[in-house]
């Protein structure tokens, strides 16, 4: 089906139908309204492909995730592609599995193409990747930057390691001395901010025990980190991990150890992912505002007026701890247990 078959049944100009399709608002609401009605009988849809060649303007945007299986990075995309299609756009997908090596070639195939804008919530993007994204000149947004913004990339900073010390903060209030930390891809900016803001609170505090381990960003590797950490002997009143992801993995592992969230362990994740809320116990966590990100990713990338986000802005979001069941103050049973001063 053709654009000039739509217009032929809406009795208007190839070139009007071509204007509803694109520019709406241009055109007045009766012709509007039969051509769109014509579009509609024909099953009509527009390629957009065509359209970035013949205008020069794109109405798709690429979207480079670490994890698409991890549900912070999809809630992200579900954000951006909700506003898309409100606005008829459309989206590309890549997912690095936190390669840089992928990240590199994801940017390059993004960069190659006519895209409106690229937006980048990849936990290994590091400043050459923003250099790239500046000297593009396109719209770009980045998720885990805090640096200043004098060009065309949309900054989004998190004080991920202010939210991990109230977290860890909090645990200390509840008497809890014995702190494990379960992680992965320790080396990577956004993370080891976690994990730094873990181990620099625990230390301020006086006889507190902490032990750190590692596994893949997935249920399994909350477990097989949380196994580990048991395995070497050190036996915690309360786990912190660095996302929800891997704290359903923790939880299992420590109900197979025979031991109960949250009498004997609490339990506290990271990103407050919707999962985190259903679990037996609903999950402690921190909430980072994943859908937010992604509505400010897009708003900025098509430079809407009527959002006032705007290109090259640096944007500061504060995630915040949300109290469920997986915490409480720790036990007798549970010092005695982990050989607690």
């Known amino acids: 089906m053709t654009l000039r078959e739509v217009a032929q049944q809406a009795g208007v100009s190839i070139a009007t139908a071509s204007r509803v399709m694109n520019t709406p608002d241009m055109v007045r609401e009766p012709t509007r309204s039969r051509v769109l009605e014509a579009a509609k009988a024909l099953k009509y849809r527009p390629n957009r492909h065509a359209q970035s060649l013949v205008g020069g303007v794109s109405r798709v945007i690429g979207v480079i995730v670490s994890n698409v299986a991890n549900p912070f990075f999809a809630d992200i995309l579900q954000a951006l592609e909700r506003r898309a299609t409100e606005h008829d756009y459309e989206l590309v997908l890549e997912s690095t599995d936190y390669r840089p090596a992928r990240l590199e ?40 930057d805090s640096s200043a913004s004098d060009d065309s990339v949309t900054r989004i900073a998190m004080r991920y390691d202010d939210a991990m010390r109230r977290a860890v903060e909090y645990l200390h209030s509840l008497g809890h001395r014995k702190m494990g930390f379960v992680s992965h891809h320790g080396s990577l900016d956004p993370l080891r901010e976690r994990e730094s803001g873990f181990e620099t609170t625990v230390r301020s505090f006086p006889g507190v025990e902490y032990s750190v381990a590692a596994g893949s960003d997935s249920p399994d590797g909350g477990r097989q980190a949380l196994r580990s950490m048991l395995d070497s002997g ?10 929800d992801f891997m704290a359903v993995g923790a939880l299992r592992e420590l109900r197979k150890a025979g ?32 859908r937010r990100i992604g509505e400010i990713m897009f708003d900025a990338l098509i430079n809407d007026p009527k959002t006032n986000e705007g290109i090259g802005r640096r944007i500061q979001l504060e995630p915040e701890l949300v109290l469920r069941d997986s915490t409480a103050v720790v036990r007798q049973s549970a010092k005695k247990r982990a050989g607690a001063r």
């Open 234 to 243: 050190f036996k915690p009143t309360a786990v912190l991990a660095v996302n």
């Open 105 to 144: 070639a994801a940017l390059n195939r993004m960069l190659g193409r006519r895209l409106a804008g690229i937006a980048v919530a990849a936990s290994e993007a590091d400043a050459q990747v923003i250099e790239r994204l500046a000297a593009a000149e396109r719209p770009a947004a980045i998720l885990d």
């Open 259 to 290: 031991l109960e969230v949250p009498r004997d362990v609490s339990l506290i994740g990271f990103d407050n992912i919707e999962l985190s809320e259903y679990l037996t116990p609903a999950l402690t966590t921190v909430n980072v505002p994943r």
